[in-house]
């Protein structure tokens, strides 16, 4: 006698259940991926409430002007927008070719063997958090500056036409040209490793056909890889200026907060991140509340620009060829 | 032949300096980490881990910096993670190519490099001001909102790494989409799940600017949710810019031990995405 192969019932209720928990899944992913975006506006309305009072009170003058005086209760933000463009200038103008050069190390001309140890030794530094390096701003950097490098620089420098001004005033050790040094160190490894991986996309056919042509290591370098990766490579500097902006405790320690645009680099200033940090808590009043939360919307309003432009540069490129952003 | 040599020699400058750039990289940052190792050890002892911190000029340790750091970041973790792992597979899975998912990818993108102060001042108005005080659940949110973008993005990567193929031998078995999700998925990215969630634990791990004015410090053991908490990363910040020598030492002690904690982290979730590559080859 045959056996009757066993029936397999799916009931129908057993189906409507798989159904509805299918729903709710799909619904419960949706939702995540809306909280998302409403994290971003929420970001931007609660902001924007919060330095409206100050922002409504001050107008165009909370920008343009430096007074800076919580007895007063006076607030412009033109010294913090100053510092934080400033060192993020110094920084980029030294972070940038660096890791120009780490990038093309790293790419082009260290042994193989060599490759993976520093590159990932500058992945994981890139990951230090940025505390690390406000600290040792302050008990290392600062001091050396101080005894050695900004002595030299007031009197070679602060004399000359023009420039002369810049290094100019007593060398306190912290301030803007500090935290513009100690921003280029933490943005270094972020910057090289992205590099790193926009110039690996570039296919080894072209540069072979160009080494075929007779092309110098270095021709190769700039005509073939830097025009091809140059998207790529202005979205990772734009990245990198973007957490340079922003960044805060690396900058905290060494900027000296004071509210003031010295012509000189080695005064002692304050950038949009620092204020907030070193203020807020203590802030007594709810114009000062409401003025240091109007420079936080200041501080997003130019990051989110930044980093905008730097994420449709690397939307171009293969998102997968991005291991360290 | 004059005009070869030029090209040589720029070739050869160009590429020296490139050699220097990195040797001037490595030093700079190797001296951050010694200096870090050499003061971090020097004021790590038993009472590190056994006391609290202390007040000026007496002797102490991290304990009650080190037990909120660790729960803040457990409770970051625990409100991001699901969120990011979600929002990770609406983009990996459901809203794949839609208009919607762009969207979203694009904003988390943002979201990942936003200042984290901005984070801070964000949670602070959403909750501290409600609240009227600063608390360790503001922490532990600030730390979430940190956390979210962190695991969206990895989530999605990973879930895009599963091939199609055993999506559709799944479908064709006539499972459901979320039992494919579930139970197959899911387990076949778990690694790279895993993955990129230390890499969240050591992002908010280090975090101090969004801690500054949600959970603030307290000297003191505190286990109360509802108050403000002390952590590591204040606690450095606190005690570093202090005039004491008994608190710096704590500071640096305290920065070793974060950094030596990041690195761990790092270092094992990047073995374990090395060996999901590997196993795909």
Redesign the interface.
């Given at each position: 006698m045959l056996e009757t192969a066993p029936k397999v019932v799916v009931s129908e209720s057993r189906l409507a259940r798989?159904?509805s928990?299918?729903k709710v899944?799909?619904a419960?992913?949706?939702?995540?991926?809306?909280?998302?975006?409403l994290?971003?506006g929420?970001?931007t309305v609660?902001?924007v409430?919060?330095g409206w009072p100050a922002l409504a009170h001050f107008k165009f003058a909370f920008i343009s002007t430096e007074i800076w005086n919580p007895v007063t209760e006076k607030f412009g933000a033109l010294a913090p927008i100053y510092g934080t463009l400033v060192t993020s200038v110094i920084a980029m103008a030294i972070a940038v070719?660096?890791?120009?050069?780490?990038a093309?190390?790293?790419t082009?001309?260290?042994p193989k063997w060599l490759r993976r140890p520093?590159g990932?030794?500058?992945?994981?530094?890139a990951?230090?958090?940025?505390?690390?390096?406000?600290?040792?701003g302050?008990?290392?950097l600062a001091p050396i500056l101080q005894r050695h490098v900004q002595p030299w620089l007031i009197d070679h420098l602060g004399g000359t036409p023009v420039i002369g001004s810049l290094f100019q005033g007593p060398p306190f050790g912290i301030g803007i040209l500090t935290a513009g040094l100690v921003l280029a160190?933490m943005v270094?490894?972020f910057v090289?490793s992205v590099m790193r991986d926009v110039f690996e996309t570039v296919p080894d056919v072209l540069k072979e056909s160009a080494y075929g042509l007779g092309a110098?290591?270095?021709?190769v370098?700039?005509k073939v890889v830097v025009p091809y990766t140059r998207a790529g490579t202005i979205g990772g500097i734009m990245?990198g200026l973007?957490?340079a902006?922003?960044?805060?405790?690396a900058v905290?320690?060494v900027i000296g907060n004071a509210h003031r645009v010295s012509a000189s680099l080695l005064a002692p200033g304050t950038t949009i991140?620092a204020s907030?940090?070193n203020e807020?808590?203590e802030a007594v009043g709810d114009l000062y509340t409401s003025s240091l939360?109007a420079l936080?919307v200041l501080?997003?309003l130019i990051?989110?620009v930044v980093?905008?432009i730097?994420?449709l540069m690397l939307?171009r490129l293969n998102?997968?060829a991005l291991s360290s952003? | 032949m004059n005009r070869l040599r030029v090209r040589k020699l720029t070739s050869s400058l160009a590429l020296g300096f490139a050699g220097v750039a990195t040797l001037i990289g490595l030093l700079c940052l190797g001296a951050i980490l010694w200096t870090l190792i050499k003061n971090g050890i020097a004021g790590i002892s038993i009472a590190t881990f056994t006391e609290m911190t202390p007040p000026p000029g007496s002797a102490g340790g991290l304990l009650n910096a080190i037990y909120g750091s660790l729960l803040m970041t457990g409770i970051g973790l625990a409100i991001g993670a699901p969120v990011g792992i979600l929002a990770g597979t609406y983009l990996a899975e459901y809203g794949r190519g839609n208009t919607l998912s762009t969207i979203v990818r694009f904003v988390n993108d943002v979201l990942l490099s936003a200042p984290s102060i901005i984070v801070g001042l964000f949670v602070y108005e959403l909750l501290v001001v409600r609240m009227g005080h600063f608390s360790a659940t503001a922490g532990a949110m600030a730390l979430a909102v940190i956390a979210i973008p962190v695991t969206v993005r990895t989530t999605e990567d990973m879930l895009n790494l599963i091939p199609q193929g055993m999506k559709d031998a799944s479908t064709a078995l006539g499972v459901n989409h979320w039992r494919t999700v579930l139970g197959v998925v899911y387990p076949a990215a778990r690694s790279g799940i895993i993955t990129g969630l230390l890499l969240a634990i050591a992002r908010i791990s280090g975090e101090t600017a969004p801690l500054l004015f949600t959970a603030l410090n307290n000297q003191f053991w505190s286990t109360n949710l509802d108050a403000p908490m002390a952590n590591l990363p204040v606690v450095i910040f606190q005690f570093a810019l202090s005039p004491y020598a008994d608190w710096q030492r704590l500071a640096w002690s305290g920065a070793l031990m974060i950094t030596v904690a990041i690195l761990i982290l790092s270092i094992v979730a990047r073995s374990i995405a090395a060996a999901v590559k590997g196993g795909r080859k």
């Amino acid at each position: 006698m045959l056996e009757t192969a066993p029936k397999v019932v799916v009931s129908e209720s057993r189906l409507a259940r798989e159904r509805s928990i299918e729903k709710v899944f799909r619904a419960a992913t949706f939702v995540a991926a809306i909280l998302v975006l409403l994290l971003l506006g929420g970001v931007t309305v609660t902001l924007v409430r919060g330095g409206w009072p100050a922002l409504a009170h001050f107008k165009f003058a909370f920008i343009s002007t430096e007074i800076w005086n919580p007895v007063t209760e006076k607030f412009g933000a033109l010294a913090p927008i100053y510092g934080t463009l400033v060192t993020s200038v110094i920084a980029m103008a030294i972070a940038v070719p660096v890791s120009f050069g780490v990038a093309v190390f790293l790419t082009e001309l260290a042994p193989k063997w060599l490759r993976r140890p520093v590159g990932v030794a500058i992945e994981l530094l890139a990951g230090v958090p940025s505390i690390i390096y406000g600290i040792w701003g302050l008990f290392v950097l600062a001091p050396i500056l101080q005894r050695h490098v900004q002595p030299w620089l007031i009197d070679h420098l602060g004399g000359t036409p023009v420039i002369g001004s810049l290094f100019q005033g007593p060398p306190f050790g912290i301030g803007i040209l500090t935290a513009g040094l100690v921003l280029a160190i933490m943005v270094l490894p972020f910057v090289a490793s992205v590099m790193r991986d926009v110039f690996e996309t570039v296919p080894d056919v072209l540069k072979e056909s160009a080494y075929g042509l007779g092309a110098t290591r270095w021709e190769v370098i700039w005509k073939v890889v830097v025009p091809y990766t140059r998207a790529g490579t202005i979205g990772g500097i734009m990245l990198g200026l973007g957490r340079a902006l922003g960044e805060t405790m690396a900058v905290t320690f060494v900027i000296g907060n004071a509210h003031r645009v010295s012509a000189s680099l080695l005064a002692p200033g304050t950038t949009i991140s620092a204020s907030i940090a070193n203020e807020f808590t203590e802030a007594v009043g709810d114009l000062y509340t409401s003025s240091l939360v109007a420079l936080g919307v200041l501080l997003f309003l130019i990051t989110f620009v930044v980093i905008a432009i730097a994420r449709l540069m690397l939307m171009r490129l293969n998102r997968k060829a991005l291991s360290s952003v | 032949m004059n005009r070869l040599r030029v090209r040589k020699l720029t070739s050869s400058l160009a590429l020296g300096f490139a050699g220097v750039a990195t040797l001037i990289g490595l030093l700079c940052l190797g001296a951050i980490l010694w200096t870090l190792i050499k003061n971090g050890i020097a004021g790590i002892s038993i009472a590190t881990f056994t006391e609290m911190t202390p007040p000026p000029g007496s002797a102490g340790g991290l304990l009650n910096a080190i037990y909120g750091s660790l729960l803040m970041t457990g409770i970051g973790l625990a409100i991001g993670a699901p969120v990011g792992i979600l929002a990770g597979t609406y983009l990996a899975e459901y809203g794949r190519g839609n208009t919607l998912s762009t969207i979203v990818r694009f904003v988390n993108d943002v979201l990942l490099s936003a200042p984290s102060i901005i984070v801070g001042l964000f949670v602070y108005e959403l909750l501290v001001v409600r609240m009227g005080h600063f608390s360790a659940t503001a922490g532990a949110m600030a730390l979430a909102v940190i956390a979210i973008p962190v695991t969206v993005r990895t989530t999605e990567d990973m879930l895009n790494l599963i091939p199609q193929g055993m999506k559709d031998a799944s479908t064709a078995l006539g499972v459901n989409h979320w039992r494919t999700v579930l139970g197959v998925v899911y387990p076949a990215a778990r690694s790279g799940i895993i993955t990129g969630l230390l890499l969240a634990i050591a992002r908010i791990s280090g975090e101090t600017a969004p801690l500054l004015f949600t959970a603030l410090n307290n000297q003191f053991w505190s286990t109360n949710l509802d108050a403000p908490m002390a952590n590591l990363p204040v606690v450095i910040f606190q005690f570093a810019l202090s005039p004491y020598a008994d608190w710096q030492r704590l500071a640096w002690s305290g920065a070793l031990m974060i950094t030596v904690a990041i690195l761990i982290l790092s270092i094992v979730a990047r073995s374990i995405a090395a060996a999901v590559k590997g196993g795909r080859k």
